[in-house]
Nanobody
């Protein structure tokens, strides 16, 4: 059974940085297409960034230049480095592992950007 566990969220001031982690267990991490999503209060879940099994990266929309996604296959871990955080980045951030038509979600980690 695949398990996805996010960590690293918290309270950060505007302009600050935070790194989220996501550990995948129960299957070979390197074979998953991995993504980060987020959901702000009252809004739909939106894609943040994704990384293929080969390491190709997409960071979506206005997040380019501030957010970076990476993976460490040896540690079965996905990362999201977030810089220059803004209040509008406040959301629950979710990790998604996708392979063979199946996707697995974590429980999410809360990121709050506030002074």
């Amino acid at each position: 059974q695949v398990q996805v566990v996010e960590s690293g969220g918290g309270l950060v001031q505007p302009g600050g940085s935070l790194t989220l982690s996501c550990v995948v267990s129960g299957d070979t991490f390197s074979t998953f297409y991995m993504s980060w999503y987020r959901q702000a209060p009252g809004k739909q879940r939106e894609a943040v960034a994704s990384i293929t099994t080969g390491g190709s990266i997409d960071v979506y929309n206005s997040l380019k230049g501030r957010f970076t996604i990476s993976r460490d296959n040896a540690k079965s871990t996905l990362y999201l480095q977030m810089n220059s955080l803004k209040s509008e980045d406040t959301a629950v951030y979710f990790c998604n592992a996708f392979k063979g038509g199946y996707e697995h979600w974590g429980q999410g980690t809360q990121v709050t950007v506030s002074s």
